[in-house]
């Protein structure tokens, strides 16, 4: 059975950090483009930091720009996120995507949920001011 499990989140003050984790099983991630998605309270769940296939290629949303780290270990079949200096509007539920058909020239308008293939369960991050 193919899956994507979270891990890592948590609750954390104001300007704390977490890291998370996203390991594959049942299939192997290496050849996919993989996301980090997120869901805040009360809105839709958005699509957000993007890595290719190799790493080489990243993309951030603005509002995380040098907080946030995506990364991945394909020997490992597992994808990071490393989130520094957390605030209160970063409180939402975190999922990984893979993508399997997306090309890394592709990834800057991977924006949009359909475009992934496969979804984690999701961890809750909980920033509190």
């Known amino acids: 059975q193919e899956q994507l499990v979270e891990s890592g989140g948590g609750w954390v003050q104001a300007g704390g950090s977490l890291r998370l984790s996203c390991a594959a099983s049942?299939?192997?991630?290496?050849?996919?483009?993989m996301a980090w998605c997120r869901q805040a309270p009360g809105k839709e769940r958005e699509v957000g930091e993007r890595?290719?296939?190799?790493?080489?290629?990243?993309y951030y949303a603005d509002s995380v720009k040098g907080r946030f780290t995506i990364s991945r270990d394909n020997a490992k079949n597992t994808v990071f996120l490393q989130m520094n200096s957390l605030k209160p509007e970063d409180t939402a539920v975190y999922y990984c995507?893979?993508?399997?058909?997306?090309?890394?020239?592709?990834?800057?308008?991977?924006?949009?949920?359909?475009?992934?293939?496969?979804w984690g369960q999701g961890t809750q991050v909980t920033v509190s001011s």
């Open positions: 049942g299939r192997t991630v290496s050849s996919d483009a």
């Open positions: 995507a893979a993508g399997p058909s997306l090309l890394t020239t592709q990834l800057m308008d991977a924006g949009a949920g359909h475009m992934y293939d496969y």
């Open positions: 890595i290719s296939r190799s790493g080489s290629k990243t």
